[in-house]
């Protein structure tokens, strides 16, 4: 599996956790409720990350020098 596939699993699996645990919030109350919320939003926030990193696999860093090979 190349890394655009495996990225883009990623992405759909974090979407799914952050949709579980936001799910989750709603049923209960109190300190179950902040760490539901909690792993929803860190959840959201590797999927930015997974999806900025699939927005760059086709666009190489300029600042980076390509070695010849």
Request: charged share 25%.
């Amino acid at each position: 599996i190349d890394t655009e596939a495996l990225l883009a699993n990623a992405s759909e699996d974090l979407l799914s956790i952050s949709a579980i645990a936001a799910n989750l919030a709603d049923d209960v109350e109190g300190t179950p409720r902040s760490v539901a919320l909690a792993i929803s939003r860190m959840s959201d926030g590797v999927r930015l990350l997974v999806e900025r990193a699939l927005d760059h696999i086709d666009t190489p860093n300029p600042a980076v020098p390509r070695t010849k090979v």
